[in-house]
C-alpha cells in the first residue's frame, strides 16, 4: 500500500503542494484530479523520491521509497522519457536491465506486450520512427513489464484515439487484477469517474475532495430528477424545494435543494402516466465546479 501522509511542496513563493494525505491500497485505482498547475506531477515526483517536499512522507508498504525500492514503481510521464534513437527492443532491454530482469524474462514480457498493443511488427523499429500514440504503448510497456507494486500514470491517454484507450484501459484492468496499487492523475474527470474508485482533488495544491468516489457523490447528494410523462409544470410549481423546471424534448428536468424533495415529486405526480422517473447521481464534473465555485 502506498502512504502519502501530510506533504507539501513549495517552489519559492508558489505553493505547490500543501498538506496532501491519501492512501492507495493494492489493487486500487487511486486518481489524482486537478487543472493545470494543481500539483498533480509535483505529488508524483514527490512520491518517486525525485524530489524532497518541504514536510510529511511517503511510504510504499510501510517503508520510505528509496532506491531500493524504485524498481517496483512504474512510471508514465506525461512528457514521453523514450530513447528515441533505439529500436523498440534496444529500449524494453535498457529499462528491462535497470530493473533487475534477465534476458529471458524481457523477451517475454516484451513479446506478450507488442501482441497485447497489436504492435509486435514494431519490435526492431526505432522509437523515433513510431507515431505519438504507439510510442506511449512502448513508454507504457516499459513501465509495468516487472510487474510493479505501484504505478504512476501522468495523463496517460494525452493523444491516444479511442481504441488506444480501450487497449490501455484494458492492461490497466489487468493490472489492478494482479494487485497493483495505480494511481492516474488528468484533468479529464471523465476517466477519473469511470476508472477510479477513489480520488483526490487538488486546487492550488490542496485536497478539496478526498476519497472513495462513491462515498463523495453520496454526500453530495441528488440535485435532479428526470420525468417522462404525462405531467405539467404547474404540477411542480407548487412542490417546495424545487429551484429549477426545465423541459428538454419530452423530458422534464427539475434541479432539486436535496433528496427529501424526490419523494415530494414522486408523490404529487404518482397518479400520471409516467414512463420515466429517475433520480440523477451528481457527475465528477457538476461536484467539481461547485466545490470550486466556491472557493471563489
Ligand atoms: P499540469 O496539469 O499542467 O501538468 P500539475 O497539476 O502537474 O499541472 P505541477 O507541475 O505540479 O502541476 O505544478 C504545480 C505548481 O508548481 C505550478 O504553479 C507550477 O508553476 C509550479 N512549479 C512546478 N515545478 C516548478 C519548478 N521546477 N520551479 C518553480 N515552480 C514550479
Given at each position: 500500500m502506498l502512504k502519502v501522509n501530510n506533504i507539501s511542496k513549495n517552489y519559492g513563493k508558489v505553493q505547490a503542494v500543501d498538506g496532501l494525505s491519501f492512501e492507495c491500497r493494492e489493487g486500487e485505482i487511486f486518481g489524482l484530479l486537478g487543472e493545470n498547475g494543481?500539483?498533480?506531477?509535483?505529488?508524483?515526483?514527490?512520491?518517486?523520491?525525485?524530489?524532497?517536499?518541504?514536510?510529511?512522507?511517503v511510504t510504499l508498504e510501510g517503508a520510505p521509497i528509496d532506491y531500493t525500492k524504485t524498481d517496483q514503481i512504474g512510471f508514465v510521464t506525461e512528457e514521453r522519457s523514450l530513447l528515441t534513437k533505439l529500436t523498440v527492443e534496444e529500449q524494453a532491454q535498457f529499462y528491462g536491465a535497470l530493473k533487475g530482469m534477465?534476458?529471458?524474462?524481457?523477451?517475454?514480457?516484451?513479446?506478450?506486450w507488442l501482441e497485447k498493443f497489436e504492435i509486435s511488427s514494431y519490435r526492431t523499429r526505432k522509437i523515433k520512427e513510431l507515431s505519438k500514440g504507439n510510442q506511449q504503448k512502448i513508454q507504457f510497456i516499459c513501465a509495468i513489464m516487472n510487474h510493479?507494486?505501484?504505478?504512476?500514470?501522468?495523463?496517460?491517454?494525452?493523444?491516444?484515439?479511442?481504441?488506444?484507450?480501450?487497449?490501455?484501459?484494458?492492461?490497466?484492468?489487468?493490472?489492478?487484477?494482479?494487485?497493483?496499487?495505480?494511481?492516474?492523475?488528468s484533468h479529464q474527470m471523465e476517466y477519473i469517474e469511470e476508472f477510479c474508485?477513489?480520488?483526490?482533488?487538488?486546487?492550488?495544491?490542496?485536497?478539496?475532495?478526498?476519497?472513495?468516489?462513491?462515498?463523495?457523490?453520496?454526500?453530495?447528494?441528488?440535485?435532479?430528477?428526470?420525468?417522462?410523462?404525462e405531467v405539467q409544470r404547474e404540477d411542480f410549481e407548487k412542490?417546495?424545494?424545487?429551484?429549477?423546471?426545465?423541459?428538454?424534448?419530452?423530458?422534464?428536468?427539475?434541479?432539486?435543494?436535496n433528496e427529501e424533495v424526490v419523494d415530494k415529486v414522486f408523490q404529487a405526480i404518482r397518479s400520471r402516466k409516467i414512463y420515466k422517473f429517475e433520480a440523477i447521481e451528481p457527475t465528477l464534473n457538476e461536484i467539481f465546479i461547485e466545490k470550486v465555485g466556491s472557493l471563489k
Open positions: 494543481a500539483g498533480k506531477t509535483t505529488t508524483f515526483r514527490i512520491i518517486m523520491g525525485l524530489i524532497d517536499a518541504n514536510q510529511g512522507s534477465s534476458q529471458e524474462e524481457i523477451d517475454k514480457a516484451l513479446s506478450y510493479p507494486k505501484l504505478l504512476i500514470l501522468d495523463e496517460p491517454f494525452t493523444g491516444l484515439d479511442p481504441i488506444n484507450v480501450k487497449m490501455l484501459k484494458d492492461a490497466i484492468y489487468d493490472l489492478k487484477k494482479e494487485g497493483c496499487s495505480i494511481i492516474f492523475s474508485e477513489k480520488l483526490v482533488i487538488l486546487v492550488k495544491g490542496k485536497a478539496i475532495l478526498n476519497g472513495y468516489l462513491n462515498e463523495i457523490k453520496k454526500a453530495y447528494g441528488i440535485k435532479q430528477i428526470e420525468i417522462i410523462g412542490i417546495k424545494g424545487i429551484k429549477a423546471i426545465k423541459k428538454h424534448q419530452n423530458k422534464w428536468i427539475l434541479s432539486i435543494q
